[in-house]
């Protein structure tokens, strides 16, 4: 994950591969073999804004949504927030994708920044996995264990139990073993830095019991590069459990579809108009528009009255009609974490009828007026 275009990768990602080697080897001696994943996917940050996440080639996309408590201005980052994570987690959805998202730490204090990350994305949790990007660069906590627990324990405390991944460089012979026992390691490390598509059997995978695992930073896709390759040991139900583990998925009886169905008929209530769905795994509200030609999105609901959160099991309806952006216009102030693209589309417009005061639809700051008309 690059997180600053100009600082020098991580010290884990400068090793050579001697030094590596040695290091998972002495790992390796204490840590039981787990299965081969069979998912592909990619991260991406604040440098990949705009990327076409729909149509990528991959499995799962994990976004990087906020950075320390706010302070953090850089690309698409707005006050700590990836102004364009919305977007990428909306696409992914909508393309069958699963999705997770990842908090980069700062070194503040733990709660304070959990809960920045929480009042953020809490509408995604328990749909996508969440990960806490443990680095060393803009970190001054780093190496003390103490703030990982007290993160991880306040995300679970918030979002009743919810365990995130922790993200981190080839570290696992100090990561605490009370860490490792209570959640799942995201391990990056590189054989080298050269240009790749996805690998089936990546360079030292599993050497460290993970979960998941970055093994490039030079990675090629079809529609983006470089990006971060990853490999996900486990298959879509499992990556569901990680974001749910209350339950939700269970494994199959045959392989998992590549993605999910979307309805092909229109519901009992075409009479009126209207549609009713019962919301499924991996289906959004976009989906189902598409899927239905049923636009704009504003026109759908929720039992949340919030067309940007719902549940599995929640019955969203449609009132029908398909009628064109209002001329009046529409205004919001934006608030933490809302994107202009995403207030756009949600009332039938697209986002180059929008203005913001900067000028640049893509620079906008939470207590800025958007109006699209």
Known sequence: ??????????????????????????????????????????????????ADVYNMQADFVVVGTTWGTGQVYNNCLVSGVNTDANRMIAQAQASGKKFGLYHYAMGGNPEAEAQFFYRNTSNYWRHGIVALDWEMDDNPAWGNWDWVRRFMAECERLSGGVRPLLYTGPVAGTIPQDIRDRYGLWIAQYANMSPTGYQADPWMLGAYGEAMRQYSGTGVVNTWSPIDLNLFRGEAWQWDLYANPAGGSTAPSTPAPSAPAQPSTPPANTDTGGINHTMQWGETIWGLAVAYNAWPLSAWHTPSGDINRYYVGDVVTYGGGSAPAPSDGVSKTIQYGDTVWEFATSHGYSVNRCTVPSGNINVYYPGDVVTCR
Do not use: E, Y
Request: positive net charge; glycine residues 6%; proline residues 6%.
């Open 1 to 50: 994950m690059v997180k600053n275009k100009d600082k020098p990768k991580p010290w884990w990602k400068r090793l050579t591969a001697k030094g590596m080697a040695l290091i998972a080897a002495m790992c390796m001696m204490t840590l039981p073999a787990t299965a081969h994943a069979d998912m592909q996917g990619v991260d991406v940050s604040n440098w990949q804004c705009g």
